[in-house]
């Protein structure tokens, strides 16, 4: 199955839908989701149903703006974030005739992840969209998007894809590490699937919680660990996806996240309190990371402190 086929049967688009039709449809949107390619597809299948008032994947517009080639379906930033000179591009391209089609449309990725001055520059605009001018915006962190750009915008949070949705579209197993591993995010399993060592990789990661006995073995999986150090952020957050399952088992219901049946045996040496502990430490590693202190050492401070309040918390 294709990705645009499940984003098409989603309830999410479903009511976009219904919108356009009774022509209530927002001229700005605002995408929400920590899922950033499915954000992406997500736009340009919105696109496509303003175009066409369908998705039809035989129609010449559903074919150029799948492949972002459309003249009238501009997509930005041109580099990593939105600057000034992209937004005022942006108002300046927004008064100009569509080329090829009745409708203009800006895709704008990840807003969130641009300047203030650029999101200031776009705000009449968004509130005043010139004639057949729609703008198609994506977040991941919405509290970074200024309060005067959500305010002019429809914002439409959209639920994350399903570990079933996810193995239809990629092919992946279920059960495979990569899905489990992903938080049912399609930009995860894209990342992992380039990684030809990833279940060596989850396995080392996921022995933090289930192997480590003594300080002995801290330097062993310290060491360990370090080959990866270019994917800390993974590494904090199959921790965090484990350590909810845990926590989630020994309240007696069913895990959510990775769903790995080793998490029962393991989930026996820790106490609620202990795993609560341990969510805290890996929020604060995370964190830390983002001081820029050395990864190496969040890493084996991290591992020391899950040992510590894995015998304290008894």
Known sequence: MELIDIIKDSLDFKSLLNEYQKGLLSKSI??????????RAFAKALAILIEDGQIDKNSANYKKIENELHSDVLFFPSKDKLLVADSEKIVEES????????????????????????????????????KNVYFLLTSSQIEKVLPTVRSRCNKIALQKLSPKQLSLITGFDENDNIIKASDNLLTNVNQFAKMSDFDDFFSCTMGVLSELKNTKQVLAYSKNLQRYLDR??????????????????KSGIEAQNLKDENLLKVSEEYTIKALIEIQNLIDKASREKNLNVSPLTIIENLLLKILEVKYLCR
């Open 30 to 39: 605002l995408l929400i989701s920590p899922d950033v390619d499915y954000m």
């Open 95 to 130: 008064f100009v005739k569509p080329t090829s089609s009745p409708k203009k449309i800006f895709i704008i990725l990840s807003i969130d992840n641009s300047m203030e001055s650029a999101q200031n520059k776009l705000l009449k605009t968004l509130e005043e969209p010139p």
């Open 232 to 249: 800390f952020d993974i590494i904090m957050n199959i921790l965090l996806l484990a350590v909810e399952d845990m926590i989630l088992i």
